[in-house]
Structures are given as C-alpha cells and as structure tokens.
C-alpha cells in the first residue's frame, strides 16, 4: 500500500501572507502545495497562475509543487508553470487537442504528468496513455466551485482507476479532492483547501486527517 501524501489547497490560503502559510503547513506535515488554475475559460472562476509558483519558490519552498490546470487550451501554459518550478502538472483530456502530446510536453519540460477526471468524464482516456502518466486525479465535484456536496458515484470511479493502476503496474499517484472515505477506495493522495488552511491548528489537522486515513484503508 503506497504512502499517503497530503496536499493542501493553496486556494483556501490567506494570500496576503501566502509564503508564511506554505511554510506552515509544510511545517505541520503537509506533503505537497497544490495549485487549483482557473481560466475563466473551461470553467467559469479566476485563480492563480505562474507567478504565483515562481513567488513560492523564490520564497524558499522546497516540497513538490502538484499543479491542477482547469484551462482551456492548456499546452501553451504548461512551459510557463514548468519554468515556474512545478512538480506535477496536470489537465483535463477536454481542454487538449491531443492528449498525448499534451503528456509529451509536459514531460519534455521536465515536469510530472497527470490527467484530470470530471465526475462525468470516462476513464477510458487513461487505457491509452497510462506509459505516460504519473499522477490521476478525479474530481469528486464538478470543476471551478467550493463548497459543493461530494459525489457519490466517485467512489467506484476510485476503485475503477486504482484497478487500472494496479495492472499498470507503475507508480503513479491516485489523487482525489474529498473527504477520508475515499481513502478506503484507493487514493493515495489528498487534496484538502478550507480542512486544512481554515483550521486553527495546521499539524493537529493533518495528523488527524493521517489518522482516518490509515483507519479507513
């Protein structure tokens, strides 16, 4: 059973002292910072973009930088955020014209790969491609809100996309925005904004989220 990495969400963070709060939260045991990128475009919110990334590093930050691109089209972002320091970066099959050459790009510029499921969005795309792809995250809600009520019908999506995994037989990460119960699905990797950053006590939080975790898997 592969680690589990918890990623907080830096959109729930007081960007007024965006550094500090990444330093903290790394302090507190969090394992990767990871960006929500909203375009206006392929869904309906404006977010950050890589000067954001490139801030945090200047600023010191070591740890992964895991980078959800909800952008449409994504290719011409990607060498942006990859100068910018990113780790992963991942997208929607909808938002590329070639998905393959979408995983390419991001590879040739050094960076992690990863596709994006919406709730509603197939996981065939993922047979096709699985050489490519170190990291899958599935949205548990549609894309560009807070505050939405977790999908059920994600669940066995989860289990779906960890068989396919596991006869893939590479190391790539499962990584799914929502509560502990999908820990017991097959995630591996846990994105958490508001759970985390709205906390009073980051390291309290984040080893009591490690504590469901290991209960519910």
Do not use: C, Q, Y
């Given at each position: 059973m592969r680690e589990c990495w918890i990623?907080?969400?830096?959109?729930?963070a007081d960007?007024?002292?965006?550094g500090a709060e990444v330093d903290?939260?790394?302090?507190?045991?969090?394992?990767?910072?990871?960006?929500?990128?909203?375009?206006?475009h392929y869904v309906p919110n404006l977010t950050i973009g890589p000067l954001v990334c490139e801030a945090l590093r200047k600023h010191g930050v070591k740890a992964p930088i895991d980078v959800h691109l909800m952008v449409k089209p994504v290719d011409r972002i990607i060498p942006d955020f990859a100068a910018a320091g990113a780790t992963y970066i991942s997208f929607h099959p909808e938002a590329s014209e070639h998905v393959d050459r979408t995983l390419q790009l991001i590879r040739e510029h050094g960076c992690k790969s990863g596709l994006?499921?919406?709730p509603a969005t197939p996981l065939q795309w993922l047979e096709h491609v699985?050489?490519?792809?170190?990291?899958?995250?599935?949205?548990s809600v549609n894309p560009g809100f807070g505050g939405q009520h977790f999908i059920?019908?994600?669940?066995?999506?989860?289990k779906a996309a960890r068989a396919v995994i596991e006869r893939a037989g590479r190391p790539i990460r499962l990584e799914v925005d929502g509560g502990v119960k999908i820990a017991a699905?097959?995630?591996?990797?846990?994105?958490?904004?508001?759970a985390i950053f709205g906390a009073a006590d980051y390291a309290a939080?984040?080893?009591?989220?490690?504590?469901?975790i290991a209960a519910a898997r």
């Open positions: 990623a907080p969400s830096i959109l729930s960007f007024a002292r965006l903290a939260v790394l302090g507190a045991g969090a394992d990767l910072v990871h960006f929500d990128v909203m375009d206006n994006v499921f919406n699985l050489d490519r792809v170190d990291l899958v995250l599935l949205m059920e019908a994600t669940l066995p999506k989860i699905a097959g995630a591996d990797t846990f994105v958490a904004g508001s939080t984040i080893a009591a989220m490690r504590r469901e």
